[in-house]
């Protein structure tokens, strides 16, 4: 009758990125990495060469003492300068003393591969750069036509040769297209270095997908992650390496804290989003329900939806 106690931690935020650097105090993704002392050059994250200068992981105590400068700082215009110098802000979630605001906010595997580097990989750079052409694509599309894959797998719909190709895949999709139909259906269209950025990054999916991983597997993969940023940047100029490439770099690091990236990606929280948004009504209560939560429970809920 009088309610119940109940004791609880946070332990890892993960989400996609503009919503992690929101939630734990992070300057935007297009300005530097959140996780080690990486900075962007004119919004790219090239430059591999002195990789040892700047693979080191950001210090959180650090970040809380900026944090609370940020707050002493008196006016708007004398924030915004502090973030641009200092790439931190203050957060409501840094009023827990052990939350770590660099180790537990994670990459989310399924933004950062999938949404980000498969289409990334394929749209930006191979359609884009012109080693997909049209004619490419027609024949891609009627070589997957020929698979014939189990049912429980999620079918990759056909619109590899629609618009600008490979129009609104889903995050699932661009997963299956990597690990299944790739390798078969890109090979004959793929010049030298493009077949090895394609044999790289399925091998980096097969390991990350595991649900059980060996340490080994996942050096392995950070090893071949390097491998393919280097030489995006050797063919197609260091422009094209994005925050999502570079943050692969640290998959890694936090499946060594929070085991295989199935225990935490996105997955199954975004196919709830899927549902949400198949259902007006459902969505107006949620919105409904936020907006009440957000004037009872101070700023922080606004700042995590927005
Ligand atoms: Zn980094």
């Known amino acids: 009758p009088n309610g119940k106690d109940i004791r609880a931690a946070l332990i890892i935020a993960s989400c996609d990125i503009p919503g992690a650097r929101k939630l734990c105090g992070h300057i935007s993704a297009l300005a530097s990495c959140h996780r080690c002392e990486k900075r962007a050059n004119n919004r790219n994250f090239g430059g591999m060469a002195d990789m040892s200068d700047w693979f080191i992981m950001k210090d959180p105590v650090e970040h809380r003492q900026k944090a609370l400068e940020w707050r002493r700082c008196k006016s708007n215009a004398e924030r915004e300068r502090f973030v641009k110098e200092n790439g931190v802000r203050w957060s409501e979630i840094l009023r827990l003393p052990y939350f770590d605001p660099i180790r537990f906010v ?28 049209e004619k490419d694509l027609q024949s891609i599309q009627k070589k997957m036509d020929e698979f014939k894959v189990p049912s429980d797998l999620g079918r990759i719909p056909g619109k590899i040769h629609c618009g ?14 990597f690990l299944i139909y790739a390798t078969v259906a890109l090979w004959n269209h793929l010049p030298g270095k493009d077949r090895k950025i394609l044999t790289y990054f399925v091998r980096v999916c097969t390991i990350l997908v595991r649900r059980i991983v060996e340490i080994n597997d996942m050096k392995e993969a950070h090893e071949l992650l390097i491998k393919i940023i280097k030489l995006i940047e050797e063919c197609y100029g260091e422009e094209k390496i994005t925050p999502n490439l570079h943050l692969s770099l640290h998959l890694c690091e936090c499946s060594y ?14 196919r709830m989003n899927g549902l949400l948004g198949n259902s007006n009504l459902i969505v107006s209560i949620f919105r409904i329900i936020l907006f009440h939560l957000a004037k009872i429970n101070n700023k922080l809920f606004i700042r995590i939806f927005a």
């Open 257 to 270: 804290d929070y085991g295989p990236l199935y225990s935490f990606w996105c997955f199954s929280f975004e």
């Open 106 to 133: 994670v990459v989310d595997p399924m933004h950062c591969l999938f949404l980000g580097i498969a289409k990334w990989i394929t749209k930006r750079i191979w359609i884009d750069e012109g080693v997909l052409t």
């Open 164 to 177: 600008e190709g490979f129009s609104n895949f889903t995050a699932d999709q661009w997963r299956n297209f």
